[in-house]
């Protein structure tokens, strides 16, 4: 008989953060403290756990994996055997363990202060064109690490770099093209702050933020700023339940001449729009707006400006999936979101957990509970990467709708493991 898959163990390597060597050499050093020497512990051991070829580690490797989980060995996902001794059950992990996952992306975030630059925008003095390119290339860097580790990382980082650019706006001189440009790259960055605040679950800021951005924009004449905010303030009023609010706001930026004018931007807001037609249950215009949008991505050219870089083939799918799910046409949102996570980049780590958290809806919404249970536990198991409150917070829906199916196994082994942490 094939071997089972050890989930839970796996899913608690994605929560703290390890990858296999890492767990090893935690391992190693949680016996040391135990036992005055190492265990030898590899990454094959690790692999060989998380893969169920070994059911029940040897003593010497499973009292150091309770020192550094906090876990019994049921909840690690051990099976015992009948002559198996049940070490007692540890008080809580090793110091400092916990935190490991937060405390990798605080020290990105750290290092990315310093990767950005800041301490070379000038506070006083003439600014100058070469100014404006430093501050423009801020936006960029920080969006590598938005896909990776979420809105809740950046957001810190990208208000004190916004900080930063106002006070050399404020104290600095500069002549009037310049001062077009300075407010263009100020207003492209405080969209961006808005945009991780959003994802951080932080919706007052982003409000904030994006007012900021608005101005900015019309301040510098920036027309395609301009309609960035509109689309990102259409999202906020969609995730606040407010639909024709987010309708009429995405009908503004699609008819700007910047949206005309730019296909990736025309792409994006269709979609986006598709969705919110989905939402309110016009079918015929949400149809109408995904041919649109496809239409729109078969005339873009070149590479998108940093803020649209996540618009790829796969998501384009995975908003297309996100409509029919809210049509209740689910057997085809299931496909296309599934198309969509096959497609999707290695680098897109946080939009991974969001579509899989939507193909788990689309699943169970279709009856499909065991499959969606499946795919739950994956996103629990990725989720520990990224910090994103409003990924956290569908997950956290989808196990509420999981409840309903309690009494279906693989519900309930999900909702088992997840008891502590809500998701």
């Not at 060597?21 to 935690?26: D, K, V």
């Not at 403290?33 to 030898?40: A, I």
């Not at 109408?288 to 998501?315: D, I, K, M």
Request: aromatic residues 6%.
């Amino acid at each position: 008989m094939a071997a089972k898959r050890n989930t839970r163990l796996e899913a608690l390597l994605a929560e703290f953060g390890y990858t296999h060597e890492g767990l090893a050499e935690a391992v190693n050093s949680a016996a040391e403290d135990l036992f005055g020497s190492p265990v030898n512990c590899t990454d094959r051991h690790v692999r060989r756990w998380i893969a169920g070829d070994v059911q029940w580690p040897w003593s010497r490797y499973l009292a150091p994996l309770q020192q550094v989980f906090g876990r019994s060995p049921h909840e690690m996902g051990f099976i015992p055997r009948k002559s198996s001794r049940i070490p007692s059950q540890p008080t809580r992990p090793r110091h400092g363990v916990a935190q490991q996952a937060l405390g990798r992306r605080e020290f990105i975030a750290i290092g990315l202060a310093a990767t950005l630059g800041l301490d070379l925008i000038p506070t006083v003095g003439r600014l100058g064109t070469s100014d404006v390119d430093r501050i423009r290339d801020i936006v960029p860097t920080l969006y590598k690490y938005d896909h990776a580790l979420g809105g809740g990382a950046l957001h810190d980082v990208a208000s004190e770099a916004l900080r930063r650019v106002q006070d050399a706006v404020n104290r600095c001189t500069y002549g009037e093209r310049v001062e077009r440009l300075l407010y263009s790259a100020m207003g492209d960055l405080a969209a961006s702050a808005g945009w991780f605040a959003y994802d951080a679950g932080r919706q007052a800021d982003a409000a904030n933020l994006y007012n900021e951005a608005l101005q900015a924009g019309m301040l510098s004449g920036d027309g395609m700023l301009q309609a960035r905010v509109w689309s990102n303030l259409a999202m906020q009023a969609r995730l606040l339940n407010r639909d024709r609010e987010a309708l009429r706001i995405g009908r503004a930026a699609v008819e700007t001449r910047q949206a005309k004018n730019d296909a990736w931007l025309m792409a994006l807001l269709h979609c986006r729009q598709a969705v919110g037609h989905a939402r309110t249950g016009d079918r015929t215009r949400a149809q109408r707006s995904l041919a649109r949008a496809e239409t729109a991505y078969e005339r873009t050219q070149g590479q998108p400006v940093a803020w649209l870089s996540f618009l790829t083939p796969a998501e384009l799918m995975g908003l297309a999936g996100a409509a029919h799910h809210a049509l209740g046409q689910y057997r085809r949102a299931e496909e296309l979101t599934c198309s969509a996570l096959q497609m999707l980049e290695p680098r897109f780590e946080r939009n991974r957990v969001y579509y899989t958290v939507q193909h788990a809806q689309a699943l169970l919404d279709d009856g499909n509970v065991e499959h969606a249970a499946a795919q739950a536990g994956e996103a629990v198991a990725l989720a520990g990467r990224v910090q994103s409150e409003r990924v956290q917070g569908k997950l956290g829906d989808l196990r509420r709708h999981l409840q309903r199916h309690a009494r279906v196994p693989a519900a309930a082994d999900f909702l088992e493991r997840t008891r502590e942490t809500g998701a």
